[in-house]
């Protein structure tokens, strides 16, 4: 399996920006799709973005479509996501997750493999 260490989360102003890395270790980091989501205190886990195997093709969520980007570089074995333009609302725990298989998915059912988290609180 994969081990997933997400790092990158802090406190940050309304309107500023953070980059989140999430680093994988133990299999070929490139036969897994990945995903970031987000859980602010009392809601669901939901996906914000996730992207393929080859980061060819990506996935956002509504509320942030033209605020964040992932990206990965198999190299490295770690994905990205850049935050732009934040808001209070972006406030959460952020996950990155990994699935062994191809296609983008916003379904955190279908992701095997999560780390374990990193806050980003965003202050107005």
């Known amino acids: 399996q994969v081990q997933l260490v997400e790092s990158g989360g802090r406190l940050v102003q309304a309107g500023g920006s953070l980059r989140l890395s999430c680093a994988a270790s133990?299999?070929?980091?490139?036969?897994?799709?990945m995903g970031w989501f987000r859980q602010a205190p009392g809601k669901e886990r939901e996906c914000v973005a996730a992207?393929?195997?080859?980061?060819?093709?990506?996935y956002y969520a509504d509320s942030v479509k033209g605020r964040f980007t992932i990206s990965r570089d198999n190299a490295k074995n770690t994905v990205y996501l850049q935050m732009n333009s934040l808001k209070p609302e972006d406030t959460a725990v952020y996950y990155c997750?990994?699935?062994?298989?191809?296609?983008?998915?916003?379904?955190?059912?279908?992701?095997?493999?999560w780390g374990q988290g990193t806050q980003v609180t965003v202050s107005s």
């Open positions: 992207t393929t195997r080859s980061g060819g093709s990506t």
């Open positions: 997750a990994a699935r062994p298989r191809p296609g983008l998915q916003p379904r955190s059912t279908e992701y095997p493999y």
């Open positions: 133990g299999r070929t980091f490139s036969n897994y799709a």
